[in-house]
């Protein structure tokens, strides 16, 4: 039996990402992941080999942001592995009922100026709030890069212009409690607050409801950002696909002696008498040993829940154990996916239509309350397919490799519930899902499409749906949560998710948590997975690796003070 020094569990990009960073830093590394293929929601896949030869489709993520704000792509190398990202210009495309149009630019001049057509007010503002919201990422984006309680690595990640920007936004009392305010209310609140029509209000609100919330839920205003992201640092995607991170990934861990197991199912944490763990067993009796730790890029619900003995959690943690059964909050806000082969790019006539339109993504998001009804009702256990809100990618347009010549692919994310209301024990996984009625609801949001697009369902060649609980089993996420929580302010930061074991860390001895459902949380940006490494290598390399931060620190001190203009 081959031993490690580190098994991580499961091959997604957070789980990649973590092993990079201590392969660099000489341990042994094993990857264990239950599909055929690593990368868990960040892949590519022709999944319809039959019907559609040579469409290549992105199974779950699509557009990548929050990668940009930190340094994982320039560490890790990624590409010198074959990693080449497309920024999009325009990010952003919404057509409203009335024939106007949002259209989002990378520039926030350029935006104003298509929102100046419609609204001068709307326009000015729009400016003021984005301007707000860069400042709030540029402040807060050092503590995305560092474990949530590790202040030093924090600081060390502060250079001039990050503390410009935080004193730009707490100077003063007043200041301070006012921003407070703003990060406790809704997007709602915000956005009406800010504008007066639904032309800018309804586009924003869908991308701040992409957190898994209804946009009048308090405490997510944050979600704010999320179009700011597409101004600065931009929206991209990796040319061939969001599985292209994947794959540089997959070859810089290999190239520096990491080893992937696919078709691994971890079935077992193996916890010695000493409470440490020391391996884990997968799905036919296989057992691999860990001589230093084993780092679960799975929720810590399954974690605990499943993958431990019972009695064993129960008895090394007992709290906690029944804390991750009824403290983390999954408000049942889940995904149908669509993904179509197409013979040709929807056509938005009505709008004078512009291939531009379809660079970036489209949302269809009618007014903010139909955007509140997409979410509200889900949690409930409704579908909200009566007047379908969605958020629409044409890929091919900005990367015509994913496609044969001509031909596009289409990929639609439509917010359903996981379990649906009076549906229990029936369907998929007892959750009321059926072959029938996810082929239903998927009609229902074609058609919506087709009102602004008409020529799309005839352009149809082949078509894929998945339901939330088919998805939820595919990513091997809890409940059909690809964030593996919600993403609301009390389950953020150093609340991730749970206080007790938010610096990646568990009461069992030797095993960490990364991943969506750690620190700073879901999407693409490999930070759950770099910082996760970073706490391991402080842990196993106390003395080294703080000097490692302390010089960091200095230098970006150093750095800012060259910076700073002197008198003579």
Known sequence: MQDYDV??????????????????????????????????AATTEESLPDEAPGFYFNLCAIDHEFIHLGPVVNELELEKYG????????????????????????SIEKTCAEIARYNQRDAEKYGEYMAFWDQLVQAITP????????????????????MQDLLGLVGGVDKALDLIRTMLTSPKDSL??????????APLARLASELGAPP??????????????????????????????????????????????????????LINNQGHVDGVRVAGGQEYRASKAVISNIDAQRLFLELLDPEDARAIAPKLYERLERRIVNNNDAILKIDCALSEAPRFEAYGHRDEFLIGSVVIADSLMQVEDAH??????????????????????????????????????????????????TGHQGTGWTDE????????????LAQYAPNVKDAVIARRVESP????????????NHYHIDMTLDQMVFFRPLPEIANYKTPIEGLYLTGAGTHPGGSISGLPGRNCARVFLNTQQPITQNLKEAGNWLKTRFEAIAKIPHSH
């Open 437 to 448: 009625l996810k082929n239903q609801v998927a009609d229902r949001v074609m058609d919506k």
């Open 216 to 269: 009048s839920q308090k405490t997510i205003a944050i979600g704010g950002m999320m179009m700011g992201l597409r101004h600065n640092p931009g929206m991209a995607r990796p040319r061939g696909g969001t599985g292209a991170l994947t794959r540089a990934l997959v070859n810089m861990v290999q190239d520096h002696g990491g080893t992937i197991l696919c078709d691994q199912h971890v079935e077992r944490l």
């Open 143 to 162: 503590v995305f890069n560092a474990p949530p309680k590790s202040v030093i690595d924090i600081l060390g990640n502060y250079g001039l212009h990050n």
């Open 192 to 201: 009406n607050e800010w504008f007066d029509t639904e032309l800018v209000k």
């Open 469 to 480: 609980p088919e998805l939820s089993d595919r990513l091997g996420v809890y409940k059909g």
């Open 83 to 106: 990693l080449e990202y497309l920024f999009c210009d325009p990010v952003l495309f919404c057509p409203q009922p009335d024939g106007k149009y949002f259209l989002g630019h990378r």
């Open 376 to 425: 509200s009702l889900p949690e409930m256990g409704r579908i909200p397919d009566a007047d379908p809100s969605m958020y629409v990618v044409v890929p091919t347009m900005r990367d015509p490799s994913m496609a044969p010549e001509g031909k596009h692919t289409l990929w639609i994310e439509f917010f359903a519930p996981y379990q649906i209301r009076d549906a229990e024990g």
């Open 7 to 40: 098994i991580i569990i499961g091959a997604g990009h957070n789980g990649l990402v973590c092993a990079g960073y201590l392969l660099k830093a000489g341990y042994r590394v094993l990857l264990l992941e239950k599909r055929s293929i690593p990368g868990g």
